[in-house]
């Protein structure tokens, strides 16, 4: 079957086919060869759904159906199999961990058209665009932050297509909104972790202190009198280099012409935390001006 015969599609799976085809796919095509990512087993999604995922899995013991769940990027960070049956099956279509699985790739399915349209939606059989893919029913769902309301990944059940039934989306939000929870859960702790290691560090220490975390900024008055807005962005960027490695520190010219030394650092027991010292080097730095001497 292909667009060309005419079927009766639904509207968000006719749109999908649509996409599919601009991105040069053909549906007699195998799913196309991805980059494989590393995953991080630690990461704040993962952290959220994995009891959640064991749960399904125990629910789904006695099905023939696999869990799938994907990141922001829709790279896939971990997948669960009730049954080893679609094992073989999955690797063929190269939905393994640390493949990225979007419609450019792998055409019309639940877990890369629910991460194009941010909504809920179920593929089966010969809605599939690619042949490869039409032996599966799958469900997908975005996950979304509750507090950010930023897309925090896809979960994915996909199982035979003989094998669909209508108990599985339901089935499936209800893990989608365990995980959000879980998410909310966590991020609040995390802030309170933030806010605690926040005030420590300002009662012991009177320089200039920034503290960016996932969802808060909070500077302590010596820092509102001496970093600007138009700092702020380039304090960040320093935050963002930290990734998972130990301190950092710089020299940097601010917005008001003064050189400070920024001392970056995580918050421990945090992966979002970052504390940034800022310290005047006492030295301004005034742009160059060219002076003009006139001889005789």
Sequence with gaps: MSPSDHVELRPEIALGWRRSQMSGLDPSMEVREPRLFDVDR???????????????????GDTRFSILLADHSARIVDRRLSSRVLHRHLDRVKAIPGAQYVEELSGTNSLATAFELRKPI????????????????????????????????????????????????????RAVRDIELRLHEGSRLSEQRLFAEFQSESARNKNALVL???????????????????????????????????????????????????HARLVADSRDGVIIEVVPRGRVVRPRTTTTTNTP
């Design 42 to 60: 630690h990461s704040r999604l993962l952290r959220a759904a994995s009891p959640v995922l064991t749960t399904m899995v125990e629910e789904l």
């Design 122 to 173: 179920a593929v089966a059989g010969d809605e599939h665009f690619l042949e490869a893919l039409r032996v599966f029913c799958c469900y997908g769902a975005p996950i979304i932050h509750p507090i950010t309301r930023r897309l925090e990944g896809v979960l994915d059940i996909t199982g035979p297509v003989a094998d669909q039934s209508s108990l599985l989306g339901p089935f499936l939000m």
């Design 212 to 262: 960016f975390g996932e969802n808060l900024a909070l500077s302590n008055a010596a820092a509102i009198d001496l970093v600007s807005g138009e700092d702020n962005a380039v304090l960040q960027a320093i935050a963002a280099e930290l990734g998972n490695g130990g301190p950092l520190t710089r020299v940097v010219s601010l917005a008001s012409g003064r050189e400070v030394n920024i």
